[in-house]
């Protein structure tokens, strides 16, 4: 009788630990939709700290593999979005690199980029360096770029590495 007095009182525990732990976490983050889970960043500093050549950006729409929480969090960091180049900007960029046309290699596939589906410029003509490009060490960057609108898709996989 003891054992299931003990198993019952555990159980309850658990139970009243739940709604506490959900408590906890709400209280600190809100909902998914108070926190804007499912939204993208529009702060332009740590894309300018990740793409020095691109310079000054005007404005950003981006997710990071990080951004929600997961039970399961990536050890890896990708950032992924667009943003717009200051005025003239890729006018230097194309003199000073060769560019050819090509597309965003891959869609937003991840669970992570599902916000930014739809987010980029209409009718986009991207054109890419593999000057500006970068892959070395485990840090991987893929950039695209659209003259019309003076906007850049990226990709990065440890960006700041």
Not at 28 to 34: I, M, Q, V, Y
Not at 68 to 87: F, K, Q, T
């Amino acid at each position: 009788m003891e054992r299931r007095k003990l198993i019952g009182i555990g159980v309850g525990a658990g139970v009243a630990a739940l709604p506490a732990w959900w408590a906890l976490r709400w209280a600190a983050g809100g909902t998914d939709d108070e926190r804007g889970v499912g939204d993208w960043h529009t702060e332009t500093a740590p894309l300018e700290r990740a793409f020095p050549a691109l310079g000054p950006l005007t404005d950003a729409r981006w997710v990071s593999s990080r951004d929600n929480d997961r039970d399961l969090p990536s050890p890896e960091l990708v950032i992924s979005g667009y943003a717009r180049l200051a005025p003239g900007k890729l006018a230097e960029l194309t003199k000073a690199h060769s560019f050819v046309s090509a597309g965003p290699a891959k869609g937003f596939s991840s669970w992570f980029e599902k916000p930014l589906r739809d987010q980029g410029p209409e009718d986009p003509r991207w054109i890419r360096s593999r000057e500006l490009d970068r892959e070395d060490g485990g840090h991987r960057t893929n950039l695209w770029f659209d003259r019309a609108s003076d906007t850049v898709r990226f990709w990065a996989l440890d960006p700041h590495g």
